[in-house]
């Protein structure tokens, strides 16, 4: 079984519910493990600016499931969820991104899959949500705590947990 770091986010509808229903559909089965889930955390966009704040989380899975296999199952969970790949623009408004970080230590540079994230080590949005579950791990040469302390994270606010999640 693989670890397999997730981050997984939105700005369009009930965002909060739309994560939750895709952690389900993920775990859905025995090909997908939850072993950790940070909190949910308000965001300020990144990359394109001029658009509605994200809310962002991130999840450590076991899985059984190849690289390549996991991105068709996280892409397929998105496009239920409402997201189409073809029609939106680059860091633009969606209802569900769901991004595979990282993939036990494997390093894959493809069309269409790059591990670790390339933009991992950059993202205030990720690498918080990250470091309450993976502190200690080390991408790319880098440990996620460590990586935390170089960007900026003022705007990265932990959201209360929602009741309807409680119960």
């Known amino acids: 079984m693989a670890e397999v770091l997730l981050g997984l986010g939105g700005n369009v509808g009930d965002v909060r519910v739309t994560l939750d229903r895709a952690i389900a559909m993920l775990t859905e ?5 939850l072993t950790a889930r940070s909190r949910d955390y308000r965001t300020p966009p990144w990359g394109k600016t001029d658009q509605p704040e994200f809310v962002n989380l991130c999840l450590m899975v076991e899985t059984a499931l190849s690289p390549h296999a996991l991105l068709e199952r996280v ?21 569900i991104d769901i991004d595979i970080l990282a993939y036990d230590a494997i390093t894959i540079d493809e069309p269409g899959l790059k591990l670790p994230h390339p933009h991992l080590l950059e993202r205030a949005f990720v ?8 502190p200690d791990r080390v991408i790319a040469g880098t440990r996620v705590r460590d990586a935390v302390k170089r960007v900026v994270t003022s705007g990265v606010i932990p959201l209360p947990p929602r009741l309807s999640h409680l119960m």
């Open 29 to 33: 089965g025995n090909d997908i493990t």
């Open 127 to 134: 690498l918080v949500p990250l470091a309450e579950i993976a």
């Open 75 to 95: 892409q397929a969970v998105e496009q239920v969820l409402g997201r189409d790949r073809s029609k939106g623009e680059q860091w633009g408004p969606r209802p």
